[in-house]
């Protein structure tokens, strides 16, 4: 009964100390992660991107579509903002554009009850409000741009969402 009880835990520990030296060269910075378990669901997924301010994604269209900042950063479980610039292949800012983000679970084939709210600031500036992820994992936040007389584009980011 006993030993039974602890088995799968034992398992647990020894998954979570793999996922803590596979990621350890990205955000070990000294402490060897003292109290935060490694619960990383996508440690090693190799379809996510790792967050940086300024991370630049093209359209077919040959838009750029910047990730400027994000609040939390990197993106994290539950509410995030996120600012983008969105610039055209001359390098010109783009505004009036209508921008939109839909976050989805690529795995779970479900994405988020929150629709997120985007205001443009100028100079190619929208700041994306609500961008909720309730569960940790890889989430793909796809952006789509819509510009008057032209084809809707689109950029995906995807991040490993954390537990
Ligand atoms: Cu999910």
Not at 8 to 15: D, K, N
Not at 131 to 146: F, I, N, S
């Amino acid at each position: 009964m006993t030993r039974s009880a602890l088995r799968p835990y034992v398992l647990a520990l020894a998954v979570a100390t793999v996922a803590s030296t596979a990621c350890s060269s990205s955000d070990d910075t000294g402490s060897s992660s003292g109290g935060t378990p490694a619960t990383s669901a996508c440690a090693r997924d190799t379809r996510k991107d790792i967050y940086t301010a300024g991370l630049a994604k093209q359209t077919s269209g040959a838009l750029s579509v910047k990730l400027m900042d994000a609040t939390p950063a990197p993106p994290a479980k539950q509410s995030n903002a996120l600012t983008f610039v969105v610039t055209d292949a001359a390098g010109k800012p783009v505004d009036g554009a209508t921008l939109s983000v839909t976050p989805f679970m690529p795995d779970h084939g479900h994405g988020s009850s929150v629709k997120p709210t985007v205001t443009p600031m100028g100079g190619g500036t929208y700041d994306v409000a609500n961008v909720y992820l309730p569960m940790p994992g890889l989430w793909r936040l796809t952006v789509t741009v819509q510009m008057p007389n032209v084809a809707a584009q689109d950029v995906a980011f995807s991040f490993c969402i954390e537990g």
